[in-house]
């Protein structure tokens, strides 16, 4: 169980997020949804050690930020909202360092970032420049690089989790339905995935619990039905949402209306996007 | 047939093989080097039949001993050692900035290690007595390191925030460490004598011609021990590649491996200055060539770089004492021949990335 009690991070001035609550399962999906700004990305960051926060934070019992980064990189892989690769690594190459991250080498470490890559449909790519992928192959080899290190969603130490940042939002239809399959077997096998999505339709699909950030606090947090309701998402994204409920299969489907963005600036008649990164 | 197939491991994208080829092949080119260099020179000796004399248990010639054992022996071994210390310390310092333009050479370190070099020849002298007998023949090599130590620190301060590296910023800055190091051994060339200054001259330009066993024991094994600590770096440095944050994430102590690195090329680049004075591109071209041919992976990079950049300056060094022997030219004006246009080749490459 991945819990944070009173999180608070403040960066420069700023209280970035302000004594935040979290919970998050393993054996399930956990989706953070919010406004551009509210924290999503600072919350992943301080959950998986990376920034210096306040509060109480305890993963399966221990203070991840006891933890040295080796023990800690056993435990559960982030994919960063961003990435960059500084030299002309392969695709197989930036996987295989993910392999190795998570203790494996030799003939094991190929078999594993050869196995991440078919996961997220990249085989084909192994032996190109990564630097020369297009932005969603990159996202998709980062994945695969961070499937490699935590590959068992359960370890000796207990479950392992994947942080991931956005990990579908440079991504086509069917590449975003296959990282949704394969967040929800990671967490089927035993594992835990927190994922910060954009989409409120796939979240509705994938989430077994939703939490809502606006501000840098946790409004809302629960399963779909709870969390993905007008009345709850509507003052905090500012602008009209229906949420349609269709039958087969059973999903929601969360879309704008057109022309209610009450956000500064936005003019009556101009379609507002609700999607942008 | 298909259960091989299967089991074999996957190659498309596997370039470690490459790699390990690539690691034999610069081991014969090095040795070929070493023998071309003991060959090579304005005295008549021969290699071979020195050899068979040492084979047969025989003592060589006073001749022989001269020439091969007390002027083309050290040398060699300075030239190896110090090439492979500028090919590691380019590579490690690209790793550590994250960039393929770094160099210890081009970004002020080099020249933070000649200050420190060039203070403790002029002003040795005026050390208390008691310091220089503590320090003796280690002055000149400690005053390197900590001069190129400090310039490394200044310019990754200054060039890196939140763990990113602005390449402007980072050349800039390098510019100006370097002028400032220059101006500040310009005014201790004010103070040097006759000697120190025919010294400092040819010493700045570059050069193996004062190798000597004395200066290579102490040189030596700062040069070797700084080359061994970057085997800890190659896991590190690769995962740097992905970000700080991401090498935090995939399990490394990044701010003990950054402090290591900066470690490493300072004491790997100082030992090298205070023995050959400024020796600039081996740092640059290797490692760029390398990754070319087999790939960015550190564990490979940073032992074919010491081997490729041994072999490199060793080869320089065959030039510089042939070319109008029986004078010599500095060995740092054959590696800025030979490399400048290669690091010009580079950034036309780069030229859509580089943006400044
Ligand atoms: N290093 C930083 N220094 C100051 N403010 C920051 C920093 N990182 C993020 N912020 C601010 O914190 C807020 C939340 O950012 P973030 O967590 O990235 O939002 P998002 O929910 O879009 O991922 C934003 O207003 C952002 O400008
Ligand atoms: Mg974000």
């Keep these: 169980m991945l819990e944070a009690r009173d999180l608070t991070v403040r960066l420069g001035r700023r209280t970035i997020l302000d004594g935040l609550d979290f919970l998050a399962h393993p054996g399930e999906v956990t989706v953070i949804v919010g406004p551009n700004g509210s924290g999503k990305t600072t919350l992943m960051r301080a959950l998986t050690g990376e920034i210096a926060a306040e509060g109480r934070l305890s993963l399966d019992g221990t203070d991840p930020r006891g933890l040295r980064p080796w023990e800690l990189a056993r435990r559960r892989g982030v994919m960063a909202q961003f990435a960059g690769l500084a030299f002309p690594f392969t695709v197989l190459e930036v996987v295989r360092l993910g392999a190795e991250a998570g203790g494996q080498s030799g003939d094991a470490a190929d078999a594993r970032a050869g196995a991440a890559l078919r996961r997220v449909d990249l085989e084909g790519h192994a032996a190109r420049l990564y630097q020369e992928l297009s932005g969603g192959e990159q996202a998709r080899a980062q994945l695969a690089r961070v499937l490699a290190q935590v590959w068992e969603p359960e370890g000796p130490e207990g479950p392992r989790w994947l942080f991931l940042d956005e990990p579908v939002a440079s991504l086509d239809v069917a590449h975003q339905l296959q990282v949704m399959d394969l967040a929800r077997d990671y967490a089927r096998a035993g594992g835990g995935v927190i994922a910060v999505m954009h989409d409120l339709s796939l979240t509705a699909t994938i989430a077994d619990r939703v939490v809502l950030l606006d501000e840098g606090r946790a409004v809302a947090a629960g399963p779909s039905e709870e969390v993905l309701r007008s009345a709850v998402l509507e003052p905090v994204y500012r602008c009209r949402l229906d949420v349609i409920r269709l039958d087969d299969p059973p999903r929601l489907i969360v879309t704008p209306r057109p022309g209610t963005a009450t956000l500064a600036g936005a003019a009556p008649g101009i379609t507002a996007s609700a999607t942008a990164g | ?356």
């Design chain 2, 1 to 356: 047939m298909v259960a091989i197939a299967e089991a074999a491991a996957p190659t498309a994208g596997d370039r470690r093989q490459r790699a390990r080829r690539t690691t034999l092949g610069l081991m014969v080119l090095t040795l070929v080097a070493a023998w071309a260099s003991l060959a090579t020179g304005a005295a008549e000796v021969s290699l071979a039949e020195a050899l068979g004399r040492l084979a047969r248990g025989e003592p060589l010639t006073l001749h022989q001993q001269v020439v091969l054992m007390d002027i083309r022996l050290p040398r060699l071994a300075t030239g190896l050692l110090v090439g492979a210390a500028l090919a590691v310390s380019g590579a490690v310092m690209q790793g550590l900035f994250r960039n393929p333009l770094a160099d210890p050479g081009l970004v002020g370190v080099g020249a933070g290690a000649g200050l420190g070099a060039v203070t403790a020849i002029v002003l040795g002298g005026f050390l208390p007595a008691s310091l220089a007998a503590l320090t003796g023949t280690y002055t000149v090599p400690i005053a390197a390191f900590l001069g190129g130590w400090a310039a490394t620190l200044i310019l990754y301060r200054v060039s890196t925030r939140a763990g990113r590296t602005s390449v402007a910023t980072m050349l800039l800055a390098g510019i100006a460490l370097g002028a400032l190091a220059g101006a500040a051994t310009g005014l201790l060339v004010y103070v040097a004598d006759d000697q120190q200054l025919r010294d400092l001259t040819f010493w700045g330009l570059g050069s193996l011609a004062g190798a000597s066993w004395t200066k290579l024991a102490v040189a030596g094994p700062i040069m070797l021990t700084a080359m061994a600590g970057t085997l800890w770096l190659a896991r590190g440095l690769n995962g740097l590649a992905l970000g700080e944050a991401a090498a935090a994430h995939m399990g490394i102590a990044v701010q003990r491996m950054k402090n290591l690195a900066i470690l490493a090329v300072a004491g790997a680049t100082g030992a090298a200055v205070a023995v050959s004075g400024g020796i600039g591109f081996v740092g640059i071209v290797v490692p760029h060539l390398l990754r070319l041919a087999t790939g960015p992976d550190h564990r490979f990079l940073l032992p074919n770089a010491a081997l490729l950049g041994a072999s490199l300056l060793v080869g320089a060094d065959i030039l510089s004492r042939s070319v109008i022997a029986p004078a010599e030219l500095p060995i740092g004006i054959v590696t800025a021949l030979l490399g400048a246009p290669v690091f010009l080749w580079i950034l036309l490459r780069r030229r859509g990335v580089l943006d400044l």
